[in-house]
């Protein structure tokens, strides 16, 4: 499916009190959430990309400067000046004054996934809730009902209808599908906020086929929480190595650095644990950087993949210094002492990851 990919980013924010828009906020790997979210579609599948955005953000953030630096000088970049009814009205708005035509693919920021090729139809993204145990507040979210044709023949806000839950990622085969359904559904008094759900029904009742489109490894951020929860377990982990991943080795005194290291178990267990989780591990030791080959082995022996192994560090008191604000909060460093050759890092860790 070669589609326009439509990103709706002039929502309020709501979920995501006292921080820069949602569609804004840094992910631990310096991207941001936009950028991420749009990286859940493959490579290729889209020819055009365009966002719209608040005159707010505009005025504030400088959102098109910021975006274009994002993505590039081909994203368009549309500034609506007035509240949407909500997001399939920002979809709306966007469609006409872009000038959208053929298939279209809308991506909402607060979703990641893998990457895989979209279908050549109308489609709704899915996850199984049963395989996505990270996902919070499933009541909250949109539910699609799959016929044994295997077609979604409705989709049900904020009621557990189904297993199947909207991952914030739909295609419609042409632009003109979705403009006709959403003014259908504008005219309707009883809808004060359209969504795009609202949209997919009306258009299912017409008679438009929507596939199901199942992605794996989903992240959701739905709200700030989310967010958080998500930011926390991929932080970075910094710790010494003697004494904590390794039973205490010195210069001068047996067991030396040159002697086999010999793991802490737990220790290294709840390590391998948190860089699964996604945390990234830097080591700090006093070893002279001549230890370092042996080290690197031993760590690697352990499962152990460092983003940095920083040597020759002085034997003494450390201190580990960050900033914080609203989407980083306070406390946003922390730091352990504990006791030499202790077993028990996750137990110092529990209140932190």
């Known amino acids: 499916m070669t589609a326009t990919l439509l990103l709706p980013c002039a ?119 049963r395989a996505s145990p990270q996902m919070n507040n499933v009541g909250a979210k949109s539910f699609a009902v799959i016929n044994e044709n295997n077609l979604i023949v409705e989709m049900v806000e904020k009621s557990l209808s189904s297993n199947f839950v909207s991952v914030g990622l739909y295609g419609f085969a042409d ?6 359904a959403f003014d259908a559904v504008s005219r309707d008094p009883a809808i004060a906020e359209v969504f795009v759900s609202h ?30 929860r998500h930011v926390r377990a991929r932080g970075t982990i910094v710790t010494d190595l003697d004494g904590v991943v390794f039973e205490n080795h010195s210069r001068y005194f047996a067991p030396f650095w040159e002697d086999e290291d010999v793991p802490i178990a737990s220790n290294v267990s709840a390590l391998r644990f948190w860089q699964d ?42 201190f580990l210094v960050n900033d914080h604000a609203a989407s980083n909060p306070y406390p946003s460093a922390v730091a352990i002492s504990m006791e030499r050759n202790s077993p028990s890092l996750a137990d110092y860790m529990k209140d932190w990851m």
């Not at 941001?32 to 490579?43: K, T």
């Not at 504030?60 to 949407?84: C, M, N, Q, S």
């Open 11 to 129: 929502g309020k924010s709501s979920r995501y009190p006292g921080v820069r828009p949602k569609w804004m906020l840094t992910l631990p790997g310096g991207e941001l959430a936009l950028q991420r979210a749009a990286a859940s579609l493959a490579s290729g599948s889209y020819k055009r990309i365009v966002a719209a955005v608040r005159a707010e953000h505009e005025t504030k953030y400088g959102a098109t400067a910021l975006l274009k630096r994002v993505f590039g000088p081909a994203i368009e970049v549309l500034v609506l000046e007035h509240d949407t009814r909500g997001p399939a009205d920002t979809v709306a708005q966007a469609i006409r004054r872009a000038g959208i035509s053929g298939a279209v693919a809308i991506k909402d920021a607060d979703s990641f996934f893998d990457p895989a090729g979209l279908p050549e139809t109308s489609f709704v993204a899915l996850s199984d809730v």
């Open 175 to 180: 632009a003109s599908l979705f403009l006709d």
């Open 199 to 228: 949209v997919l029904n009306r258009a299912i009742a017409d008679g438009m086929a929507v596939e199901p489109h199942f992605v794996s490894g989903l992240i959701d951020v739905g709200t700030l929480e989310d967010w958080r």
């Open 277 to 318: 989780q996604g945390a990234q591990l830097v080591f700090m030791t006093a070893r002279p950087d001549a230890y370092r080959q042996k080290t690197e082995r031993a760590l690697a022996g352990l499962g152990l993949k460092p983003h940095a192994l920083i040597m020759d560090c002085r034997h003494g008191r450390r």
